[in-house]
């Protein structure tokens, strides 16, 4: 009976890491997808300024071109 109750006790101990385990990994992947998402965000800032910016170059000279004209 002994060797019963010890493998049991074991059991929970593989089963409440295997738990810990899995949320330790959920967490990590949480923060993963806020770490993405700033990412993400920053570079599409980047990416809407370097667009404006060439944008707005391209507009002062065409009326620039058509001042000289």
Known sequence: ???HFHSGGTM???TGYTL???MQTNLLLSD?????GVVAALLAAFMA???GWHGTDRII???QRADEE
Request: no cysteine; charged share 20%.
């Open 32 to 36: 993963g997808r806020q770490i993405i």
């Open 1 to 3: 009976m002994a060797d």
């Open 12 to 14: 929970d101990a593989v």
């Open 20 to 22: 810990s385990l899995l």
């Open 49 to 51: 300024a370097t667009i």
């Open 61 to 63: 000279a065409w009326r």
